[in-house]
């Protein structure tokens, strides 16, 4: 299971930290990614962690304000977004996959959060 939190409303070139929460037999040995999409928009990957070494991969767009972090001993990977914009707009989700290929290309992740909104106005 994943959830996340930590979405909200936030002033342009303001910063927000989003947490996902990996329960279960989701952690050790998965990568934890983060993706996003906004109205009327597909959902693009912005970062992944893969926890057994803390590698970090980054989609080349989210290179920058977006940054990827974790914390083993609470089983919770991060999301640090910087310098925000109203583009930034959109329902962050948490993804989670044991396969490294996922972490790199981050797509065809198998399990999913519910999502956390952030608005930037």
């Known amino acids: 299971q994943l959830v996340e939190s930590g979405g909200e409303s936030v002033q342009a070139g303001g910063s927000l930290r989003l947490s996902c929460q990996a329960s279960?037999?989701?952690?050790?040995?998965?990568?934890l990614a983060w993706f996003r999409q906004a109205p009327g928009k597909e959902r693009e990957g912005i970062a992944g962690?893969?926890?057994?070494?803390?590698?970090?991969y980054y989609a080349d767009s989210m290179k920058g304000r977006f940054h990827i972090s974790e914390d083993k001993a609470k089983n919770m990977a991060y999301l640090y977004i910087s310098n925000m914009t109203p583009e930034d707009t959109a329902m962050y989700y948490c993804a989670a996959d044991p396969r490294p290929a996922s972490c790199v290309r981050l797509r065809d992740f198998k399990y999913w959060g519910q999502g956390t909104q952030v608005t930037v106005s």
């Open positions: 279960g037999d989701i952690y050790r040995g998965y990568c």
């Open positions: 962690i893969f926890t057994g070494a803390g590698s970090t």
